[in-house]
């Protein structure tokens, strides 16, 4: 009876034990991240437009890298697996809470869909406005004395009673002003508009300033109105692929020619497009979602640039490095601006 007992025991204690191991192992949180491919959607689900309807074969496809918290199973997985790489909280969200990064990445994402929105529709010759709300709090300094005030997500609208047209209009107006000068702040926060004052202080350019990271906030207005929801994606990357799906809505061009075009890549406004990061991911993703052409922003691969990107490879040369082992079949197509990827799905079907 003992014996039974005691086996019983045993029994039950390497039970519990491995229930604790397997609970540690997949659901303690690290203070890691891992990024991995993500996913390519089709943009025709993402882009409205009255009266202007995707009505063509194939599509445009945005990619993405899926980042999750690194939990000890996952993390072991990940140093195993060729395209899933480990990144340091810190490398990821800049120091920031959860919330503040993923508020971050909402902005960088409509600033990108106002970008593209701007571009593609002057492309397509139709109206365009920009209205210039005031500066974009990305971050407030530990020595700013509007620390506890502004907070990120904020838009400053006027300083002192003056509304500027752009960032370098405030910032020029605060340079003018003295050390512990105090300073009328009027912003935006969570859409109730409100006003603080505290003294500027000395920035680590030597100039006068609130000591804040900022942005331009701008709203595009367009006719026909071109409704964009990314839905869980965030991020600046999807500017390119954005401006050839409202593009080729809005003027009713088959650009595609029934093919899968997946791509990255920002875009400013006069269209020039901007590397990202994860673009070996993004192929992987896009190889997976069936496409045969990937649009990667290109940049000279200078002496100069490679020392300055990361691995010393150039966006455009670790798409083409993943393509030629993960997707043979897929044909990596460099681009500098907008207008180039538009003249290589004319040329190119």
């Known amino acids: 009876m003992k014996k039974q007992t005691r ?3 045993l029994q039950y204690s390497v039970s519990i034990v491995l229930a604790i191991v397997i609970l540690v192992g997949f659901f303690w949180p690290m203070p890691k991240y891992i990024e991995s491919p993500g996913s390519a959607d089709n943009l025709k689900s993402f882009v409205k437009i009255k009266n202007h309807p995707d009505r063509h074969s194939g599509k445009f496809m945005i990619t993405s890298v899926k980042l999750a918290q690194a939990h000890p199973v996952t993390y072991l997985v990940a140093k195993v697996s060729p395209y899933a790489s480990i990144e340091s909280a810190q490398s990821v969200t800049g120091g920031q809470s959860n919330a503040t990064y993923i508020k971050m990445q909402d902005f960088y994402m409509q600033s990108a869909i106002n970008e593209a929105k701007a571009v593609a529709v002057k492309a397509a ?5 920009k209205n210039y709300l005031g500066i974009y709090v990305m971050d407030v300094q530990k020595n700013s004395r509007f620390k506890h005030r502004l907070k990120v997500g904020d838009t ?4 002192d009673g003056h509304h500027f047209q752009n960032a370098y209009g405030f910032q020029k107006y605060i340079a003018k ?3 512990g000068d105090r300073l009328r702040v009027q912003y935006q926060h969570n859409g ?3 006003t603080t004052t505290a003294p500027l202080i000395k920035l680590s350019s ?5 000591g804040i990271i900022l942005t331009d906030n701008v709203k595009i207005k367009t006719d026909p109105n071109v409704k964009v929801d990314p839905g869980q994606i965030g991020g600046p990357s999807g500017g390119l692929m954005f401006s050839l799906q409202i593009y080729s809505q809005l003027t009713n061009k088959n650009i595609r020619h029934g093919q899968n075009i997946a791509g990255t890549g920002t875009i400013n406004p006069d269209g020039t497009v901007g590397e990202i990061g994860g673009i070996d991911k993004k192929v992987v993703a896009a190889k997976k979602a069936g496409a045969t052409i990937f649009f990667a922003p290109y940049l000279k691969p200078t002496k100069a640039v490679l020392q300055l990107e990361p691995g010393h490879v150039t966006n455009y040369q670790l798409a083409k490095k993943t393509a030629k082992k993960m997707a043979p079949h897929m044909k990596v197509v460099p681009v500098s601006n907008f207008n180039q990827a538009v003249h290589y799905l004319n040329t190119h079907h």
């Open 7 to 9: 086996k019983k025991v």
């Open 125 to 129: 010759h139709k109206k365009v406005t």
């Open 156 to 159: 400053i609208t006027k300083v």
């Open 177 to 179: 002003k003295a050390v």
């Open 192 to 194: 109730k508009l409100k």
């Open 206 to 210: 030597g100039k006068t300033g609130i």
